[in-house]
């Protein structure tokens, strides 16, 4: 089917007190990939890209390349422009085939962050693109936005509140103790901060970091009410992980589509595992 507006399917979510999971995608390798195992699971699924897999490909062949992948599958997808901090790279996906975009401008006062993200929200709207807005700060390192644990800043239901109402955004991301990459130290998560997140916001709650959190964490982040679940770190260590476990035990092949196929299979199972652990199986 054709891509999909996420709002719909976030609202599900959030009312069905499942999670979508929303990957990371750097190529056209990951992007069946994740189609892939959506369709396995029958779950609906979030294709993403972070603003450095734009500049590498440019809008228009993401755009194509998720519209391909999608159009064969019988699961709902959507193409979303995640932590988009250039306002250029954010006009052009609104333009041109994006289904939604994240303005993060979290790193700026709450004023500039709600003048910032209204200013996407408007023009978003007016192409039918959905909006994600963050507010406080999410640690860890995603493309060249690198936030150390102790300058994490966590999200509170009333800033929450007044960020959606003053924004209007469709989603929200929030600072909950979760961080991009792998964690180099205990994280000190805030499960009931989110709970209280999603009660209050009144919009679809977003999980950032999602990689390397143990599934009893995952589980307690889907019951306390997040709707979507993002997922990049654990892709790219699969995927190059795949490549040199091929690579190591077939040092003489010399067939790339062997290779790529290994580590194609690999991110199916990775990712549909995710999809279980988010409840979203079996909901497409
Ligand atoms: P991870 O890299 O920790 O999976 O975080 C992904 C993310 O939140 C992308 O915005």
Aim: with cysteine; glycine share 8%; charged share 20%.
């Amino acid at each position: 089917m054709p891509l999909v507006h996420p709002v719909a399917m976030l609202q599900a979510a959030r009312e069905g007190r499942y999670c979508v999971g929303a990957f990371n995608v750097v190529d056209y390798l990951t992007i069946e990939a994740v189609v892939e195992a959506a369709e396995a699971q029958r779950a609906p699924v979030i294709l993403q890209t972070s603003s450095g897999t734009v500049k590498r490909f440019g809008v228009p062949i993401l755009v194509q390349m998720a519209e391909m992948a999608a159009g064969a599958s019988p699961v709902p997808v959507a193409l979303h422009l995640d932590h988009g901090t250039d306002r250029e790279v954010i006009r052009q996906a609104i333009h041109e085939g994006y289904n939604s975009v994240m303005i993060d401008a979290s790193a700026h006062p709450l004023q500039e962050n709600i003048a910032r993200t209204r200013d996407v929200v408007e023009e978003s709207h007016s192409h039918g693109v959905a909006v994600e807005g963050e507010i406080g700060v999410v640690a860890g390192t995603e493309d060249d936005i690198v936030v150390q644990q102790d300058d994490a800043i966590y999200t509170t239901p009333e800033e929450a509140l007044q960020f959606r109402e003053s924004t209007g955004i469709d989603f929200l991301a929030a600072a909950i103790g979760t961080a991009h990459g792998f964690y180099k130290v205990q994280p000190r998560l805030d499960i009931d901060c989110l709970r209280k997140l999603a009660e209050t916001a009144g919009c679809p709650m977003v999980v950032h970091g999602g990689t390397g959190l143990p599934s009893d964490v995952v589980t307690k982040l889907v019951a306390a009410g997040g709707a979507k679940f993002n997922v990049s770190t654990q892709i790219k260590q699969t995927y190059i992980d795949g490549l040199y476990e091929y690579v190591d035990s077939h040092r003489t092949e010399y067939h790339p589509l062997k290779l790529l196929n290994h580590a194609r299979k690999e991110l199916v199972e990775m990712i549909g595992q995710y999809m279980t652990l988010l409840g979203s199986a079996g909901k497409a």
